[in-house]
Nanobody, 124 residues
């Protein structure tokens, strides 16, 4: 069982930056690939970024490439999402996710565990 707690969301102007954090419980954090998804208002949840268990591989949605960076600290059981050059269309609830398979997470967009979500609002 893994519990994920998302934090770091807020209101920011277009062009600004935010860093999301996701703290995981348990001693098996390093066994899980981690990712971030988001759900814009009125839309379905979509994949944003993923990182493999030892940070050897990362993947990003085309819409965030070059602006977002995912990273993890296995010693702190935490995964981060640095978001730069934010746009109004980045407004969404962002969810942290964990999956035993990196391929399943980034290719099939399927996760074993989810955080509660954190709201990111980008004003124009």
């Amino acid at each position: 069982q893994v519990q994920l707690v998302d934090s770091g969301g807020g209101l920011v102007q277009a062009g600004g930056s935010l860093r999301l954090s996701c703290a995981a419980s348990g001693r098996t954090f390093s066994s899980y690939a981690m990712g971030w998804f988001r759900q814009p208002p009125g839309k379905e949840r979509e994949f944003v970024a993923g990182i493999s268990q030892r940070s050897l591989s990362t993947a990003y949605a085309d819409s965030v490439k070059g602006r977002y960076t995912i990273s993890r600290d296995n010693a702190k059981n935490t995964v981060y999402l640095q978001m730069n050059l934010l746009k109004p269309e980045d407004t969404a609830v962002y969810y942290c996710a964990a999956a035993l398979s990196y391929t399943t997470l980034v290719a099939s967009k399927v996760a074993d565990y989810w955080g509660q979500g954190t709201q990111v609002t980008v004003s124009s």
